[in-house]
C-alpha cells in the first residue's frame, strides 16, 4: 500500500459545480497536510495548509482532515474554468531526525464553462 | 518579484554528456530541493539542502549531484546523463523546510535521447 493515496482522475466538471478532491494515507505519522495547484507546464503553488483534523476555510476553498480516518480532501465551490488545474495533496512527517514531504499522484480537473 | 529561476526551460541532450540545471531563488530562503516529475509517479525528491554547504538525498538521487556553495543557488548536475533521467524536474525553496510554504521554479524538461 503507498503512503500516500490520490485517483488520478481526470475530473471534469461544468462551471459551478462542488468539486471534491480527496487523498488518503497509511502512515499516522503525518501531521502536515497541504494541498498544492498546478496548472500546465507550471510549477506547483500552495494553496491550502493544515495541522490539526477539521476544516479550514479560504474563499472557495476548504480543505478538510480526518485523521482518524487517514484522510483529506479539497472542495472547490462555485467552480471556475480558472480552476482547471491538477491538484496535488502533499503531507509531511518527521523520519531520521528530518521532515519528508511526500506528494499523491494528482488529479486532473476541467471545469467546462 | 518573490521567484525560483530555473534554467534552462527545455534541454535535450546526449546519453553522457554532462549537463547542469540551474535554480536561484531571491527570498533568502534556506532550504532548497530538486524534484522530478513523471507521469504516473508524481512528484519525488531527488536531493534537497537545509543551508548553505549542507545537501542531502531524497528519494530518487542516484544519477545526480548537487552543491549549495551560496544560499541562493542549488545547481542539479547530471554527470552522466541516461534515458530514465528524461524527466520534468522542479526546483523549490522555503524558508526553512516542507513544513513552509514551497516555492516551485517553472520547471525544466530534459530529454535525454
Known amino acids: 500500500q503507498k503512503e500516500v493515496e490520490q485517483d488520478p482522475g481526470p475530473l471534469s466538471v461544468p462551471e459551478g459545480a462542488i468539486v471534491s478532491l480527496n487523498c488518503t494515507y497509511s502512515?499516522?505519522?503525518?501531521?502536515?497536510f497541504m494541498w498544492y495547484r498546478q496548472y500546465s507546464r507550471k510549477g506547483p503553488e500552495l494553496l491550502m495548509y493544515?495541522?490539526?483534523?477539521g476544516n479550514k476555510e479560504d474563499g472557495r476553498f476548504t480543505a478538510q482532515v480526518d485523521k482518524s480516518s487517514k484522510y483529506i480532501s479539497l472542495f472547490i465551490r462555485d467552480s471556475q474554468p480558472s480552476d482547471s488545474a491538477t491538484y496535488l495533496c502533499a503531507m509531511s512527517k518527521t523520519q531520521g531526525g528530518s521532515e519528508k514531504l511526500v506528494f499523491g499522484k494528482g488529479t486532473k480537473l476541467t471545469v467546462n464553462p | 518579484e518573490a521567484q525560483v529561476t530555473q534554467n534552462p526551460r527545455y534541454l535535450i541532450t546526449v546519453t553522457g554528456k554532462k549537463l547542469t540545471v540551474t535554480c536561484s531563488q531571491n527570498m533568502n530562503h534556506e532550504y532548497m530541493s530538486w524534484y522530478r516529475q513523471d507521469p504516473g509517479l508524481g512528484l519525488r525528491q531527488i536531493y534537497y539542502s537545509m543551508n548553505v554547504e549542507v545537501t542531502d538525498k531524497g528519494d530518487v538521487p542516484e544519477g545526480y549531484k548537487v552543491s549549495r556553495k551560496e544560499k541562493r543557488n542549488f545547481p542539479l548536475i547530471l554527470e552522466s546523463p541516461s534515458p530514465n533521467q528524461t524527466s520534468l524536474y522542479f526546483c523549490a525553496s522555503s524558508s526553512h523546510g516542507v513544513n513552509e510554504k514551497l516555492f516551485f521554479g517553472s520547471g525544466t524538461q530534459l530529454s535525454v535521447l
Open positions: 502512515n499516522s505519522a503525518f501531521q502536515y
Open positions: 493544515t495541522y490539526s483534523s
